[in-house]
């Protein structure tokens, strides 16, 4: 029902290559002699920075000094090409998943020539979105479910566990709250959000289906709310209020015109209670106080990128 976008064709390519997925699931890493773990890492004391990846060429993840400003410039660029999702651990390592199936992890501090712990491959074609909980481990979107990477993470790693309901028919965008319940962003004929109390085996919360064109490709989760971008132009940004039952549909949605809405695909959440959105319609980011009034949101701040630089795909805040 969906015009799916790259996300949508990449998990298709994922089911075909998964088999629907699972912790089972056939993987293909990296040919490396000895795999190599990732180094414990150490909570990194510093501000924080907005990292937004740019597909387009020259592609590569741009870092922000926040607060941001109609006028912020990148610090610098760390080259990536392809990149579809980042993620941040509570010590500031950074995950950076890629259109081919590829995940790296980049320790802090960040800069444009950063190179990656480790990396391995998932055995897709798509990555899939990215998080991870507050144990260090990585959940990552696969098919009819999540896939769950333990940490420490090597050249070889594969699944060690898959998180799934009868209802998903694909899962799209993942997000932890501070109690480490897990939300999913899944069809299920329409889009619905799903949540997973720890350990993430039993019956999920779910959502009444929403009708979207295009899939909740993100979603963040603040103190008192989920917050869920739909692309499909205009776009808006679905509010919904926490807790979630199964009764539970948007109480409110950052539309386009005055609330600044132009494509969105991108969220998330820094530590002072600032949402940024990511819209790939015209190349901004726009930035909104938390929580969401009921009315919509309008936008503190609009950065507004180089002319011809929308094509994007993913934001994230970290160290």
Same mark, same amino acid.
């Given at each position: 029902?969906?015009?799916?976008?790259?996300?949508?064709?990449?998990?298709?390519?994922?089911?075909?290559?998964? *088999?629907?997925? !699972? +912790?089972?699931?056939? &993987?293909?890493?990296?040919?490396?002699?000895?795999?190599?773990?990732?180094?414990?890492?150490?909570?990194? %004391?510093?501000? &924080?920075?907005?990292?937004?990846?740019?597909?387009?060429?020259?592609?590569?993840?741009?870092?922000?000094?926040?607060?941001?400003?109609?006028?912020?410039?990148?610090?610098?660029?760390?080259?990536?090409?392809?990149?579809?999702?980042?993620?941040? @651990?509570?010590?500031?390592?950074?995950?950076? +998943? @890629?259109?081919? !199936?590829?995940?790296?992890?980049?320790?802090?501090?960040?800069?444009?020539?950063?190179?990656? #712990?480790?990396?391995?491959?998932?055995?897709?074609?798509?990555?899939?979105? #990215?998080?991870?909980?507050?144990?260090?481990?990585?959940?990552?979107?696969?098919?009819?479910?999540?896939?769950?990477?333990?940490?420490?993470?090597?050249? #070889?790693?594969?699944?060690?566990?898959?998180?799934?309901?009868?209802?998903?028919?694909?899962? /799209?965008?993942?997000?932890?709250?501070?109690? &480490?319940?897990?939300?999913?962003?899944?069809?299920?004929?329409?889009?619905?959000?799903?949540? /997973?109390?720890?350990?993430?085996?039993?019956?999920?919360?779910?959502?009444?289906?929403?009708?979207?064109?295009?899939?909740?490709?993100?979603?963040?989760?603040? %103190?008192? &709310?989920?917050?869920?971008?739909?692309?499909?132009?205009?776009?808006?940004? @679905?509010?919904?209020?926490?807790?979630?039952?199964?009764?539970?549909?948007?109480?409110?949605?950052?539309?386009?015109?005055?609330?600044?809405?132009?494509?969105?695909?991108?969220?998330?959440? @820094?530590?002072?209670?600032?949402?940024?959105?990511?819209?790939?319609?015209? *190349?901004?980011?726009?930035?909104?106080?938390?929580?969401?009034?009921?009315?919509?949101?309008?936008?503190?701040?609009?950065?507004?990128?180089?002319? !011809?630089?929308?094509?994007?795909? *993913?934001?994230?805040?970290?160290?």
């Amino acid at each position: 029902m969906f015009h799916r976008s790259l996300v949508v064709v990449a998990l298709a390519t994922l089911v075909s290559a998964c *088999g629907g997925g !699972g +912790a089972t699931s056939s &993987q293909t890493s990296f040919a490396t002699p000895t795999p190599t773990p990732v180094p414990t890492s150490t909570p990194f %004391a510093g501000p &924080q920075y907005l990292y937004v990846a740019k597909t387009s060429p020259p592609s590569g993840i741009m870092q922000y000094a926040l607060p941001l400003t109609a006028s912020s410039m990148p610090n610098f660029t760390l080259p990536f090409d392809n990149v579809r999702s980042l993620a941040f @651990d509570a010590s500031g390592d950074l995950a950076a +998943a @890629d259109s081919t !199936g590829h995940v790296k992890f980049f320790p802090p501090p960040l800069s444009a020539t950063s190179t990656p #712990a480790v990396s391995f491959n998932t055995g897709t074609g798509f990555a899939g979105i #990215a998080a991870f909980n507050g144990a260090g481990d990585l959940f990552v979107t696969a098919a009819n479910g999540v896939n769950v990477f333990a940490h420490p993470f090597t050249s #070889a790693s594969t699944p060690s566990a898959f998180i799934t309901a009868p209802s998903i028919r694909s899962s /799209f965008a993942l997000a932890f709250d501070a109690a &480490q319940n897990l939300y999913v962003a899944a069809d299920t004929g329409k889009m619905s959000l799903l949540v /997973f109390a720890p350990p993430y085996s039993g019956t999920p919360v779910i959502t009444p289906g929403v009708d979207v064109v295009t899939p909740y490709e993100s979603i963040a989760v603040s %103190a008192n &709310q989920v917050i869920a971008p739909a692309l499909h132009l205009p776009g808006r940004v @679905d509010v919904y209020g926490l807790p979630l039952t199964a009764a539970s549909t948007p109480n409110a949605a950052i539309e386009s015109g005055s609330g600044g809405i132009n494509g969105p695909n991108s969220v998330a959440l @820094d530590a002072a209670g600032n949402l940024y959105v990511m819209n790939t319609g015209n *190349g901004s980011v726009t930035v909104y106080s938390l929580p969401i009034p009921t009315g919509g949101g309008l936008p503190t701040v609009t950065l507004q990128m180089p002319a !011809g630089t929308f094509n994007f795909w *993913g934001i994230a805040v970290g160290r």
